[in-house]
């Protein structure tokens, strides 16, 4: 089942506009010969040129979860601290 779609157009160098998507699709828990199995995550990402896709556990992907959570604070932080130092320099 797809749960969400993230679309991104952006301008190559030469002006042109480009699209890519990511994916975000999940398969349900199920059981066989009396053994439960994880549902399963799929990332799937296509531009122009094609289309790929990552199959994750639930732990998989809750540590990708994880590391983009950290990444972006650090990210958005950084961002502030140059703010401020735009903000004080004037």
């Known amino acids: 089942m797809i749960e969400d779609e993230l679309v991104h157009w952006y301008k190559d160098d030469d002006g042109v506009s480009h699209?890519?998507?990511l994916k975000l699709e999940t398969a349900e828990p199920t059981s066989a010969n009396g053994y439960p199995r994880d549902g399963t995550i799929t990332l799937r990402i296509a531009n122009t040129v094609g289309t790929v896709g990552f199959r994750l556990s639930p732990d998989?992907?809750?540590r990708v979860s994880s590391l983009l959570g950290q990444l972006s604070k650090e990210l958005i932080n950084k961002k502030r601290a140059l703010w401020q130092q735009e903000d004080g320099d004037k």
């Open 60 to 62: 998989e992907a809750l």
């Open 19 to 21: 699209k890519s998507a």
